[in-house]
């Protein structure tokens, strides 16, 4: 089991990313997904959490700006981002509470995260 972010890059003050996170591998479901960003010197924060049943909570700097989505059909989530700040900069993670195949070969619920993607907001 895998979980992979992408979509992150080099944006102004003011635009717009949209960041993808592609869960693949041996998953039967994915209960709740979150995206996480840790900037440089900093701890890693919670930025956004969807349940599979599309309950979405936003910490509170990015309400307003940033929208989370899901579609379960393709084990993907997905974080729209709205008039970015150069605060919003560092690496984003994404992370999947799922059941799938463990490397002992028996279905287990675990916690995945992804490699991280970097978003670079310039002022």
């Known amino acids: 089991v895998q979980l992979q972010a992408s979509g992150g890059g080099l944006v102004q003050a003011g635009g717009s990313l949209r960041l993808s996170c592609a869960a693949s591998?041996?998953?039967?479901?994915?209960?709740?997904m979150g995206w996480y960003r840790q900037a440089p010197g900093k701890e890693r924060e919670l930025v956004a959490t969807?349940?599979?049943?599309?309950?979405?909570n936003y910490a509170d700097s990015v309400k307003g700006r940033f929208t989370t989505s899901r579609d379960n059909a393709k084990n993907t989530m997905y974080l729209q981002m709205n008039s970015l700040k150069p605060e919003d900069s560092g690496v984003y993670y994404c992370?999947?509470?799922?059941?799938?195949?463990?490397?002992?070969?028996?279905?287990?619920?675990?916690?995945?995260w992804g490699k991280g993607t970097q978003v670079t907001v310039s002022s």
């Open positions: 992370n999947a509470d799922l059941l799938g195949l463990g490397i002992d070969g028996v279905y287990e619920v675990a916690r995945y």
């Open positions: 591998g041996s998953i039967r479901s994915i209960k709740d």
């Open positions: 969807i349940t599979n049943g599309g309950g979405i």
